[in-house]
């Protein structure tokens, strides 16, 4: 019975294939895969891997998905083996309609048609007519044995040659049009070939069947490159370049790498980087991001270190977020500007790529800068955008938990990048300077210390401490103590819970001076509208400026605590100090 394609992959998608061979056999972690003794035959060294849509048996060769080891291991049929794992997984099995069984007796046809035509276009390649290809290929540094396993071919001039050769294996120009081999003129013209002189590589699904070609053109013509039209077998969308050998070289502990083109996989493949794959000359869809993911958890995005290296960069984050799990990411790798991998493996051989792969940057990190750099943060009112642009990508994350810990990350880098400067490190008007009081501008720095605390009494567990060592003016000194005997006795620091407590105790007069814009404007982070991260980072940097040394010590002691015990808490709180630490250096420099 043909079953679709498509319900075969939902099957095998629903099947953690892990789990099902668990059942017989004792697995054990090992790196991103499992492995155990296999069950096929006796062996005291495990020497049977479990990836995430296979098995392999590197003693007796066996190997297949979830289906095939149902089969193997119970000596099912085919059809009993999915019946059996769809009532599992909870799918109904289809019955193939004769529309259907006549759509897949095509496809197999169809697969056949394009191996054939693979082979023809690999023995022109090595015919005289060839010769000019043939030398393309080796002047890119394109060895034989790569010319061999990616299957690269040369077209001829396109003058029924393929449909002639074809024929002799009863494929009509109908299969062939059907196939993408054949393009329709129209106006009752005779159907002419799809490619002629031209440099072509077969395009093969997962399994390494082919079912589409790519072809370059020789010389300056246009389009450079060509690739089969959408049929029964091809979907450019859902389809890379050298998904087939990136599934081996994944399994073999390769990282998966997505570059941009057809030589610059096979270049990478060919400097010892197996996991190498491409889109087929356009943006990456989700479907792609999909395949990727079956692959690796987190793939390497190679971009050029060029601007539109950068928007392509940007769109790919954009497309991701949605997608994102705890389980899956992506890391986004820029080349040296002018370089594609081609040319850098050329240039400086595996180790420069190598090191490009090193410099990639998790998502998370990397997000930031992409948004930062199409947006801008020069103005006040860039920054607000900027900080809407970024709460609005973590928003995009399905997954709650993670959309949490997204948003946390973009604001303490945004908070982290230009941090609050204080009273003391504004730039002084030009026209005329005067002497300004040590003694009043502690008082003041002091002053916007309890402001902040009052508009976000929730930093008192983090700075309890420190703010209790402060030398304060009386009247604030009095409005301290009150605050700490509030925070003793409530469970909930709530800003309006702390301010109705703090007039029904007789301090009313002194929270507004406190809160007053006058004699100087309170910085922004003591404001109600400042994030928590801002208020924090902008409360240690001006306790920095008073105590110096005091903040240097608690910078030391929440890296030790964050060692001891590591939480979100302890990493929000290190960066908070971290980043008043690094602007009173910056002050001090400027």
């Avoid at 009095?478 to 007789?506: V, Y």
């Avoid at 979100?568 to 008043?580: D, M, P, S």
Wanted: charged fraction near 25%.
């Amino acid at each position: 019975m043909a079953l679709p394609p498509q319900f075969l992959e939902e099957l095998r998608a629903r099947t953690p294939i892990a789990a099902l061979i668990g059942r017989r056999v004792r697995l054990a972690k090992s790196g991103k895969q499992w492995k155990g003794c296999c069950p096929f035959h006796g062996e005291k060294t495990p020497s049977f891997y479990v990836y995430d849509d296979g098995f392999h048996c590197f003693g007796c060769g066996a190997h297949g998905d979830a289906i095939s080891f149902v089969m193997q291991s119970e000596g099912s049929g085919f059809v009993e083996a999915v019946e059996k794992l769809a009532g599992e997984a909870g799918l109904e099995v289809p019955r193939a309609s004769p529309t259907q069984e006549a759509a897949e007796r095509l496809r197999i046809d169809l697969h056949g048609v394009l191996a054939a035509a693979a082979k023809f276009f690999q023995r022109k390649l090595f015919a005289p007519e060839g010769a000019r290809a043939l030398s393309y290929l080796r002047e890119r540094g394109v060895s034989d044995a790569m010319i061999a396993a990616f299957g690269i071919g040369w077209s001829g001039d396109g003058r029924g040659g393929l449909a002639t050769e074809l024929a002799r294996a009863d494929a009509t120009p109908a299969m062939l049009l059907e196939a993408g081999l054949l393009r329709d003129p129209g106006e009752g013209q005779a159907p002419r070939e799809l490619f002629y002189n031209r440099v072509m590589f077969p395009i093969r699904d997962r399994r390494g069947r082919e079912i589409s070609f790519g072809g370059r053109i020789l010389g300056d013509g246009q389009p450079k490159y060509v690739n089969g039209p959408e049929t029964p077998l091809f979907s450019k969308r859902r389809t890379l370049f050298a998904l087939d050998r990136a599934r081996e070289g994944s399994r073999a502990g390769a990282d998966v790498v997505v570059a941009e083109g057809y030589m610059d996989v096979i270049a990478l493949h060919q400097a010892g980087f197996a996991g190498a794959v491409a889109p087929l000359g356009t943006a990456l869809t989700e479907e792609q991001l999909e395949e990727l993911w079956r692959l690796s958890p987190s793939p390497v995005l190679c971009f050029d270190g060029d601007a539109a290296g950068g928007r392509a960069a940007a769109r790919a984050a954009e497309l991701a977020l949605p997608m994102l799990s705890a389980e899956r990411t992506l890391r986004l790798a820029s080349l040296p500007a002018g370089e594609d991998p081609d040319t850098l493996v050329r240039r400086q051989g595996p180790n420069g790529f190598r090191a490009v792969i090193g410099s990639a940057r998790p998502l998370s990190d990397a997000l930031y800068d992409l948004i930062r750099e199409s947006h801008g943060d020069a103005t006040p009112e860039q920054r607000a955008g900027l900080r809407t642009r970024l709460m609005d990508a973590a928003g995009k994350i399905a997954d709650k938990s993670l959309a949490g810990e997204y948003r946390r990350v973009l604001l303490d880098r945004f908070f982290a990048a230009r941090p609050f400067r204080g009273a003391a490190a504004r730039p002084a008007a030009k026209f005329q300077r005067r002497q300004v009081d040590e003694a009043e501008t502690q008082a003041e720095r002091a002053r916007n210390l309890v402001a902040i605390l009052l508009r976000h009494p929730d930093l008192l567990h983090d700075v309890d401490e420190a703010f209790g060592q402060l030398v304060l003016p009386d009247a604030l000194a009095a409005l301290r103590e009150c605050i700490q005997d509030w925070a003793i006795a409530t469970e909930l620091l709530d800003s309006q819970t702390l301010m109705d407590h703090l007039t029904q105790s007789g301090f009313a007069v002194s929270v507004a001076e406190v809160l007053s814009h006058f004699p100087t404007p309170l910085p922004i982070c003591a404001s109600a509208d400042a994030m928590p991260a801002e208020a924090e980072a902008g409360w240690w940097e001006i306790f920095g400026l008073m105590h110096r040394k005091r903040l240097e010590e608690e910078v030391e002691i929440a890296e030790r605590d964050l060692v001891a015990h590591f939480d979100q808490t302890r990493v929000r709180r290190l960066l908070a100090l971290r980043a008043a630490l690094n602007a009173l250096r910056e002050s001090e420099q400027g």
